[in-house]
């Protein structure tokens, strides 16, 4: 994590660390992890993440961006978040 | 269903004394399974003990029983079904019957054919049987694992019984959990066979024999799940249906075979609906059935239950399961499984055998074993789609059929198809592994072992797939690929669950016997050689079954899309449904004290599960999982 972590970075990263990884313990998440090699997320988990983005940051992911370059850690989903709401 | 249970000394000499308050301690954990009689046999170095649930010969045939010329006697659990044809055999060479029964007929069996008997056996049967001549003493188990039979041996004794409860009072030190067989459930559901959730106490596997003479403890594979491709039937499709016809009428007649009346548990799905067709149109019984209903529509099946039933015209009786049902009946239900689940599935199947008796029923027929013999599962099915993918696994269309298995299927994936791939194509790069079928199964299972405590992971030392897979047998290689998936699915989810956790344990602890006519050894030997193209054409499962029987089913019960059953698991193990007598089981200080699990992964596990979000499949697995194990610990180990 950041020095100062933003809010929405917070927040992705606790949404991942309580619902998947079942901890609180900022240090086993590291930004850059893949969540398909590490095995974070299976196929339902990605669709409850495109509802989290939707519920909780008012993103919507259209079909086409629902990609691992956009979703597969927390540092592609800073990014694409950025993208989005520039 | 009875009961069985004795202890042996191994060294067989004639100083060991087996004390028969032990035994009958130990027949006392085995009333549920036989509450009409029991009896007890000592001899200076065996003890047997018996619990009876009559349903054959009801005035004698009590046991043990004990030859004519007082050389053999046995215990025996379960039904042989071709009894009377044996017992005509018999009288023709000369044996002289005092009763009616069928085990008196597995007594002369045996002393006819020595230990060859059980070849000629068509039934579901736990055995042990004591041969004074010989010095011999004989555990056997039938064919595919209807009937449970434990053992353990300790200080030269070698200790069974049907149920692993039976087997404590016997033991100086009490039961310990086997935590590599832990990491099997937690791998396949149910550990790899000979082993349990208890360190040194083992099954004799489905078709095993295990002789006991001078000193030694031998097993023997008397039969197995046999496919060879050359041994394919010639015949036509059509042939072929009409023979798997006239097979299951007559497997389904003899298993009406009884002094009792019979009932049949009745589910909408295919398998069911053709036993329940069969016993109204060649069972000469009356049409008793039985069904279970969920409150939840997608459990439910009572719109197929209820065309079946005005369509054949059955007496019928339902149970409406209610989510809260399944955490206030799931201890109970535990202590009968004696092994750790991952589904809530048995805690209705053991409320419908309680409606079953109370109806003054003690015997049902059921469909179990249908899908396996004869192609039904989704896995044979995914399996099928994934070899077909695996020729081109980059591919954007060849994975398009999952969605014919999944219609729900939403998985975007308009980029590279990663996500369809990682998610569904495993081992997509070893499409000859023998067990290519059931890799995706076992690894979303082992997800749930992310719920180790550290203690745990550190101190298992065997790869749970590398146990099953030093189980198979050689032949497996050279199997069809339908037919590996088959024996991996009889060999490990269905007679390591389905038949125990979910079927006899759920029968026997309300004293009711299941019989199983798809499990007919007949049966599964004619199918095993129907090729796999005609149980499975395309995508469309049970072909051959649904060629053989659909004359006599309503046609939305043939075509409808099949139904796996299931339970409410996640909901009724959380929130308030989850009772406080179930939810501390998973308080820090009891995971602690039990240090099998990472309690505080499991109280954010809890925390999810309570919020009401879903959970994933390994997720929802590793609640019922880790409940279920935590309930093992307290009552079968530390009580």
């Not at chain 1, 086993?28 to 909780?56: C, P, Q, V």
Request: hydrophobic share 40%; proline share 4%; with cysteine.
């Amino acid at each position: 994590m950041t020095a100062v972590a933003t809010n929405q970075e917070s927040l992705l990263r606790n949404f991942i660390l309580e619902n998947y990884l079942f901890t609180d313990d900022q240090s086993k998440l590291n930004n850059a992890d893949s969540f398909l090699d590490t095995g974070i997320l299976d196929s339902m988990g990605i669709l409850e993440l495109i509802y989290f983005l939707d519920e909780e940051l008012s993103i919507k992911v259209e079909s086409n961006e629902m990609i691992p370059a956009n979703l597969d850690s927390i540092d592609n989903l800073l990014a694409f978040i950025a993208k989005k709401q520039a | 269903m009875c009961g069985i249970a004795g202890i042996v000394s191994s060294k067989l000499d004639s100083s060991s004394k087996i004390g028969s308050n032990r035994l009958r301690q130990m027949a006392e954990q085995l009333l549920h399974r036989g509450p009409d009689e029991s009896g007890i046999l000592t001899r200076p170095n065996i003890g047997l003990a018996h619990r009876r649930l009559s349903i054959i010969d009801l005035t004698s045939g009590q046991q043990p029983m004990i030859s004519a010329d007082k050389s053999i006697c046995l215990v025996f659990n379960g039904e042989i079904f071709n009894f009377i044809e044996l017992r005509e055999a018999l009288v023709k060479k000369g044996h002289r019957f005092t009763t009616t029964s069928d085990t008196e007929v597995v007594l002369h069996m045996y002393q006819e054919y020595g230990l060859d008997f059980v070849q000629q056996l068509n039934g579901q049967f736990a055995i042990g049987l004591w041969d004074d001549k010989e010095q011999r003493f004989i555990l056997v188990r039938d064919r595919v694992g209807i009937c449970p039979l434990y053992y353990t041996v300790e200080k030269d004794q070698l200790i069974f019984a049907s149920e692993i409860k039976a087997l404590k009072p016997a033991l100086s030190n009490g039961l310990e959990l086997n935590k590599q067989a832990l990491d099997q459930i937690f791998t396949f559901w149910a550990p790899v066979s000979p082993n349990t959730i208890f360190e040194n106490v083992y099954e004799v596997s489905p078709g095993q024999m295990l002789v006991l003479e001078k000193g030694q403890l031998k097993k023997h594979q008397y039969w197995d799940w046999q496919f060879n491709q050359k041994g394919y039937w010639q015949t036509s499709e059509q042939q072929q249906a009409d023979e798997l016809h006239e097979l299951l009428i007559e497997a389904t007649k003899i298993r009406l075979r009884a002094d009792v009346p019979v009932g049949a548990y009745l589910s909408g799905g295919l398998d069911s609906s053709v036993l329940v067709a069969m016993i109204r149109h060649y069972g000469g019984v009356p049409l008793r059935t039985f069904s279970l209903n969920f409150g939840e529509a997608e459990f439910d099946e009572k719109s197929y239950q209820s065309s079946l039933i005005a369509h054949l015209k059955a007496e019928h009786s339902h149970l409406l399961v209610k989510t809260e049902d399944i955490a206030q009946n799931f201890i109970q239900t535990i202590i009968h499984t004696e092994t750790p689940i991952l589904r809530t599935a048995p805690v209705p199947m053991g409320m419908l055998s309680s409606l079953v008796r109370a109806n003054d029923f003690k015997v049902v027929l059921t469909g179990e074993g249908a899908d396996e013999v004869l192609g039904g599962y989704d896995i044979f099915k995914e399996a099928k789609v994934r070899q077909f993918w695996a020729i081109n696994p980059d591919s954007k269309f060849r994975p398009l059929l999952l969605k014919k298995l999944y219609p729900y299927l939403t998985l975007p994936d308009s980029g590279q198809g990663t996500y369809l791939k990682r998610f569904f194509g495993e081992a997509l790069d070893t499409p000859n592994d023998i067990a290519f079928s059931h890799l995706p199964r076992w690894s979303t299972t082992a997800k749930a072992k992310k719920f180790y405590s550290s203690e745990l992971s550190a101190e298992l030392n065997e790869n749970a797939k590398e146990a099953i897979y030093a189980s198979f047998p050689k032949e497996l290689n050279q199997m069809h690929p339908f037919n590996r998936s088959q024996y991996i699915e009889s060999k490990s989810l269905m007679a390591g669950y389905l038949l125990t956790s979910q079927g006899d344990r759920m029968l026997a602890k309300n004293s009711v016997e299941g019989r199983f006519p798809f499990l007919d050894h007949r049966v599964i030997e004619f199918a095993n050689r129907v090729p796999p193209k005609y149980k499975m054409k395309g995508l469309n499962e049970k072909s051959l079954l649904k060629k053989a029987m659909a004359r006599y089913l309503p046609k939305e019960i043939v075509h409808r899309h099949k139904q796996p059953y299931r339970a409410p698991d996640m909901k009724a193990m959380s929130g308030d449904y989850l009772v406080d007598e179930l939810r501390h089981y998973l308080t820090e200080q009891e995971l602690t004290k039990v240090n099998l699990f990472d309690a505080n992964k499991v109280k954010f596990l809890l925390k999810k599960a309570d919020s009401g979000k879903a959970l994933s499949i390994p997720e929802s697995q590793a609640l019922v999982g880790i409940l279920s194990t935590q309930i093992i610990v307290d009552k079968f180990i530390n009580n």
